[in-house]
Every structure is written in C-alpha cells, then in structure tokens.
C-alpha cells in the first residue's frame, strides 16, 4: 500500500510537461479574463429564471444537463460554477493540445489562452447558470476524438463521450467533427508524402510483414514484446499504406455514428420514460428528419454562406484593425507553414492523397455549420460558434508543428506567437467590454424597478396581491438606448442592450429576489383582450402619469410603445 504523497508524485509523473502548461495557461487566463463574473451576481434575462432550476431539459434534447450541472448544485453560485468550468476547460485545452500534437511551451500557451478567452465563451459565461455543464460537453467532445486517435478501438469510448457531450449540449458536435478532420488530416500529411499511391501501398505491405516477422528483433525481452503488443508502451502505433490509413480514417466515422445513435437512443428512452416529447425549440423537434425546407443542396449552400458571412461580417472574430491584422498574420503563418511540410513531402506525387486533403478541407465549413443541417430554423447565435476558435488554434499548431529548424521556421513561429498574443488580448478587451455592459444592464434594470414598485404600490385601489398584467418589454421613447457597447457586443448573445426585461414574469422575478416585493403578476394571456383596446393604446407609456389603471380589479401597466 502507497501513501498518498507517493500516488500523487506517481500520478504527478506521468502528466506530461505540455499538459500542465496547456491546464494551468487556460484556468489562470480564464481567471483573470473572467473574473467579473465569477467574483458578481450579474444575471441576464435568462438568468432571472434560473437562479435555482434543476436543469432538466430533456425536451431540448439535453437529457445529461440535469446531472452535469448538479455537482455545483442548482443554485445560480457564479464563483463554484466558474471555478468548475474552468476546470473542465482547462482539462479540455490538455486534451486539445495532445490531440494536435503540440509540443512547444510557446504553441501550447498561444493554443490554450485562446480557447480560454474567445468571445463566446464570455456569452457563456453570460449564462453561467449552466455554464459548468456546457465546459464538460466540450471536455467530452475534445475527449471523444482524443480516444479515437490515441487507441485501437479508441472510437467506442470516443463514442461514449460524444453521445454524454451532445445529451448536455448538441452545440459543441461541430467541436468534435472539426477535430476530427483535423486528425484526419494529420495523418495523410504524415503518411502520404514522398510517394506516389503505388509505392504507399508498397510502403504498407513491407511495414506489414516487418512488424509481422521481425516482433522478435523489433522487441528484445518478452516483457516489452507483450507491451508493445497491447499498446501499452505509450508509443503512438504507427500507421503506413492506402489500407491500414483509410481503416483509421474510419474509425472517427465510427465514433460519430456510434456517438450520435447512442445519443438519440438514450435520448428516446428517457422521453418515454418521463411522458415528454421533444419541444419546438431552436427545431429540435425536427433534428431525426432533416427538415431542411429547401432541399439538401439549398442547406449546403446556406452554411458556406453562413460560414464566411459570419467569419468575415460575424464583428466577432475580428473587430479592429489589430484583431483584423493578427488574423491575416495567423492565416500567412500557417499557409508558409502547410507550404514547406508539402514542399518537403512533396504530396504532388499522389494525386489521390491530394484530392482527399483538399476535399477535407472544403468539408471544414459543412463541419462547422452542421447544426444548420440537423435544425435549419435554429437561432444560431454565438454559444453555438465556439468552433470558429480552433481555425486559430489549428493555425498556431500547424505554425508550431512545422519544426524545420530553420530561419523559416523561427519566422513562422514569431509570427503565429505574435499573432496569437495579439488575438488573446484583443479578446481580453472585447470580453470585459461585455461584461462591464451587463453589469450596466443590472444596475439599469435595478433602478427602473424601483421607480415602478414604488409607482405601482402608490397607485390608489392597489392592494398586496392585486392582480397584475403588462407586457415585459421597456418603452424606447421614454428610456431610448444608452448601450454604448453594440459596436462591440452586437453579435455577442446575452451581453447587449440596456435592460433584462423582456416579458412580465421577468420584473416578478427581479423585483421578489432583488427588491424584496412580491407583485402578482398574470400570465402572458390576461394581456389578449387588453392589447389591442382602444383603452391600452391611449394609456401613457412609463413613466408616463397615466401608464397605470386599474380596470375591473386588474392592475394594467404599460412599459412599451404603442401607436397604434
């Protein structure tokens, strides 16, 4: 029996140097960058429903949520959900690192600062609420093509953590396919150069039969023979031949469709066992039929176009002419780099390989945007575009894996780190832009309500508990915008405008847990009849003299502009 200093110094050893640099690069940069949220009680509109919520959104297709984030409880604690989901991320930022085969300290820090300060994470954050679960699907997706690299029949646990990643959040199976084409993509660029296609399969056939005939040669001692043969010896298996790399290509299929029908499957089960059927939202109802309305073509067409319309007019991945330029910089590097590694393995030799490559590549837009094909009506916004991240991550890689030792090299190098830093902290900025503006939309929200409590209890004939009906939206005209922050949190979801008010129960909510009041307000349908009078529509907008009545023992308030 070991003590446990001795099993912690045992396990200590055996996490490599590049993992600890990836883990503690990404928790403290995510620390620092997101520490307004994590040290604040600074909900957005979503946020005032779930202050306690038990996560159980099966009919959104999430049916693993509700246990992904119960280890922090239900309760709405920024600084535990944070600290968990930094966790979880930074364990993601190792795997992704491992995954990509980057070595250098510099390239696992640029890759690793990156994934933690990129913008949509901010939006998540913005619902941190649920934040802790949504870093373990990405955890799992990163995890899921990690396996299926790494080991023989590595797709069946990668399967299993992208079926768990998807029943928390389907979001982050784009992750999980761009990784995948990555990997992909290593591997032909590993194995298929300096030969044309006879002499690969050549290649394979004599690597074959050496492995085959010469075990004995190959492994000295019975021991290191019985390692090698179980794949224990912690060596990557090599791959060689037209047959042995499109059976490992495979297998990334395989833990796609196994993970995905794994997925669906628990998922049906659970929706019988609880009497539910999945809800209309985001489409999600229609992700088994493939709804797209205009053909399979139309929707192809659609994802390029999304694909480079928010790549270029997104206002996410660049916003300035420093991010704008240090994309262009990270671009150049990694295109110098993809040009010596070809140059130097001379794929031109196998036109079949070259096809294959570029053919993954085109395929990289269709995997980034296939949410669109499984819900074309879904509300794509900026949670769901956390992949756009690893293009840069990708970039960095490929700039720090081209390893020629040259002046080239040391060049492509500089300009990828410089390019990463320059990125890095360009995000810094965008990310506490936006939460400094939902602070402001907190303290917005806080003092409208307490003019309209005290309006609303000053109301003669108002009593506790009188019913009361409104619509949650403020008028424009009487408060106009005051969000100076749309040039930089427009596309950022849950970050812009200037209150979190969008609908009646919300004010319920923010006055009974920020203000201590208890109003009854009506559901959205005591509002029908109401609406479209001719009464409602003279009513005077708030904080107008007349924008509240009472009308038949209702209280009617009116906070929107209506001119009808």
Known sequence: MVSP????????????????????????????????????????HDGLDSMYFDQNMITSGRWFLSVACGFSS???????IGILGLVFLSIAAAALCELLEVRKPWAVMACSALLAVFPALASTFAYVYTLDG??????????????TKRFGMGFLP?????????????????????????????????????????????????????????????CPNQQEKQKRSRGLSGEKKPVSGVTE????????????????????????????????????????????????????????????????????????????????????????????AVF????SRKYWKNPVLLVIMVAAVLALPLATNIILLISPDVNYHLLMRCQWVLYAIGAVALAGNCGTGTKRGAWLEWGALLAAS?????????DNIAYSNLQKRYEKTYAYC??????????EGYYPGIPIAMVGVVGDEQYPVTDITLPVTAGMIGMNGDSLLYRGDNYRIFIRNYLGATLNILPPEAMAEMYYSEEYTAMDSFPGENSIRIIDGIMYIKTENVTR
């Open 340 to 343: 010596l590694w070809s140059r």
């Open 450 to 459: 307490i003019r309209l409590l005290d309006r609303i209890e000053q109301t």
């Open 74 to 80: 239900y309760y709405t604690i920024p600084w535990v």
């Open 245 to 336: 790399t499109i059976r490992v290509m495979l297998h990334y299929l395989y833990m796609g469709i196994l993970g995905a029908g794994l997925y669906y499957g628990i998922l049906q089960v659970l929706l019988r066992i609880q009497g539910k059927e999945l809800d209309t939202y985001q489409g999600i109802n229609g992700m088994a039929s493939g709804n797209a309305s205009g053909g399979l073509i139309s929707s192809v067409v659609e994802m390029y176009l999304d694909f480079f319309k928010f790549s270029l007019k997104g206002n996410v991945l660049f916003q300035n002419i420093f991010s704008l330029a240090a994309w262009v910089l990270l671009a150049v590097s990694a295109a110098a």
């Open 422 to 430: 320059v990125l890095v902290f360009c995000y810094c900025i965008t």
């Open 5 to 44: 200093a001795q099993a912690f110094q045992a396990l200590y050893g055996k996490i490599r140097r590049e993992w600890r640099y990836a883990f503690l690069t990404c928790f403290l940069t995510g620390m620092l960058v997101h520490m307004p949220v994590l040290l604040s009680d600074i909900p957005n």
């Open 158 to 218: 990668g399967a299993f953590c992208l079926a768990f990643s998807m029943g928390i959040y389907q979001g982050y199976l784009p992750f999980a396919m761009i990784l995948s084409i990555f990997a992909v993509l290593a591997l032909l660029a590993e194995n298929g150069g300096q030969q044309t296609v006879g002499e690969w399969k050549e290649r394979g056939a004599k690597i074959a039969k050496e492995q085959a005939g010469d075990g004995e040669k190959a």
């Open 134 to 147: 949504y870093m373990l699907a990405l955890m799992l997706a990163v995890l899921a093509v990690l396996f």
